[in-house]
């Protein structure tokens, strides 16, 4: 448990202040992009991106560590093929947007901006090959220069946003010389795009010296394997992907015009809003994934996996309580706007607990080569949201989408619970999980009845509750003397 910890931490410190100072682009966008139908866009494009990374990688990350940890000695020749199988797909990906590139601006509505197309299929391209790099540092245990990294393009890519969106606006009118050359005002939206693209090039390019480590000596028969154990994953990933997107993509066409993008950038805001649960989820997959390869052959493995799901559980509860309590502080950040969508937030936040916990339910199909069970789960939450949304998003906008995905992972979770436990029973600690869970529901229940007029007085007794969670979690399951760093100052 603390070497998992230490590995979360160390991804999670990257993952969510890099992705913290990127996500306070939304707020940003917010305030620099002309309308909330831009942010709509920049919605959609980033669920489109998210979409095909996953089908251009395929599975192959855990593929990667499956293979890799079967057979330490041929580990270089694992990360050789699924280097050359991610990159040729890659590059053809990338070509096809170049060439189909109007063709597919008319179908996604980008007729405007064909280019989009071609900065997309580069981005994803990229991404996709720099993923099994990335996949190779987990497997070396070098979560540092992984977090370095991450956090690099994440600086890239706010660098770049300020300086196209906000920059490059105020040299025009005081000195236009100097950036009119290359700065087309008004083209807004389309820098946001450019700034990703700049950022995952640089990034690509620190990445490629770690190529060297592989072994490029094509072997059909270890590639024929590790796609045949990948491929259940891609139809897993691509479930997976949809389900946290696919509201995004289908809402241009369920609710048209310029209403429909303006009300897909107000949920897309507040869906960044809730990144800091997805950060959290994130750094803990990072880290999880390869440890549980690793462990699978100590006896007490499954002990193991039960401690990491209720500890999964218990932060995630406390970065919910913490922020439905702080709501109003939190959305001071964004154009007032966009306040409207927060009312969806706490749905949101439950949606991406169930997410994390369904994700560690993984495990059990994974160990025992059942992939295709992941992938059936994911296509009944596919088929959950694409109902939910064609029959809500119509009538209730952006508040059929969030109840959409609040149902598709709450069933999918449940199911993988039950069908887990006939081939790797595992005793979790529902007491506890049960606990925790009741009293974050008491919690959020009377912080709805928290409303007087003066924000500093909510904000105060909000506050009294929030130390209610903490004190019975350090009383029950942290004391302050098991904490490392904390324990020095309670020795006595």
């Avoid at 089908?55 to 990667?64: A, D, F, P």
């Avoid at 499954?302 to 709501?327: E, N, Q, T």
Wanted: charged share 15%; aromatic share 18%.
């Amino acid at each position: 448990m603390k070497s998992l910890a230490k590995d979360t931490a160390i991804y999670g410190i990257s993952s969510i202040l890099g992705k913290f100072l990127n996500w306070l682009l939304t707020p940003f966008y917010t305030f620099y992009l002309a309308t909330e139908a831009d942010n709509g866009i920049v919605t959609n494009f980033y669920a489109w991106s998210s979409l095909l990374l996953v089908i251009l990688t395929y599975g192959m990350e855990t593929g990667y560590f499956r293979f890799a940890n079967k057979n330490r000695a041929e580990a270089p020749k694992v990360y050789g093929n699924s280097l050359i199988s991610v990159g040729f797909t890659s590059v053809l990906f990338a070509l096809l947007c170049a060439l189909f590139t109007k063709p597919i601006a008319g179908l996604l509505d980008y007729t405007a901006n064909p280019e989009f197309i071609t900065m997309m299929g580069l981005i994803v391209a990229l991404d996709a090959f720099s993923s099994i790099i990335f996949a190779h540092l987990r497997y070396k245990n070098r979560p540092i220069k992984f977090a370095v990294l991450k956090f690099l393009y994440v600086v890239l890519n706010i660098f770049f946003n300020l300086f196209f969106l906000m920059v490059c606006p105020w040299l025009m009118q005081k000195a236009p010389s100097l950036v009119s050359w290359f700065y087309v005002p008004g083209y807004g939206v389309g820098y946001v795009f450019i700034s990703n693209l700049l950022a995952t090039v640089i990034q690509t390019l620190i990445l490629s010296k770690h190529l060297f480590e592989a072994e490029f000596k094509l072997d059909l028969k270890l590639l024929n394997s590790i796609l045949k154990y990948s491929f259940p994953l891609l139809i897993l990933g691509i479930a997976g992907i949809a389900n946290q997107n696919l509201d995004k993509i289908l809402f241009p066409y369920l609710r048209e015009g310029n209403l429909g993008k303006s009300e897909l950038g107000i949920y897309g805001v507040t869906s960044k809003m809730s990144m800091v649960m997805m950060m959290f989820t994130q750094a803990f997959r990072f880290a999880y994934e390869p440890f549980v390869f690793a462990q699978h052959k100590e006896k007490n493995s499954l002990k193991v996996y039960a401690d990491a799901m209720k500890y999964f559980i218990i932060f995630s509860l406390i970065i919910f309580i913490g922020m439905v309590l702080y709501v109003d502080v939190f959305k001071l950040i964004i154009k007032r706007n966009f306040w409207v969508g927060l009312d969806v937030l706490p749905i949101i936040l439950v949606s991406f607990i169930f997410q994390g916990i369904y994700f560690n339910l993984s495990l059990w199909y994974k160990l025992t080569d059942k992939t295709m069970y992941g992938a059936w789960f994911s296509i009944v939450g596919t088929i959950i949201i694409v109902m939910g949304n064609i029959i809500f998003v119509p009538l209730y906008s952006y508040w059929g989408s969030a109840w959409s995905a609040f149902g598709c992972y709450f069933i999918i979770m449940l199911i993988s619970y039950f069908v887990g436990q006939k081939y790797m029973p595992i005793k979790y600690d529902m007491k506890t999980i049960g606990l925790y869970t009741g009293v974050t529901i008491v919690l959020y229940i009377i912080s709805l009845f928290i409303k007087t007029p003066y924000f500093i007085l909510n904000v105060a007794l909000k506050s009294v509750l929030m130390v209610v969670f903490l004190t019975l979690l350090v009383k029950r399951d942290f004391p302050l003397k098991s904490i490392p760093y904390v324990n020095k100052f309670f020795n006595k």
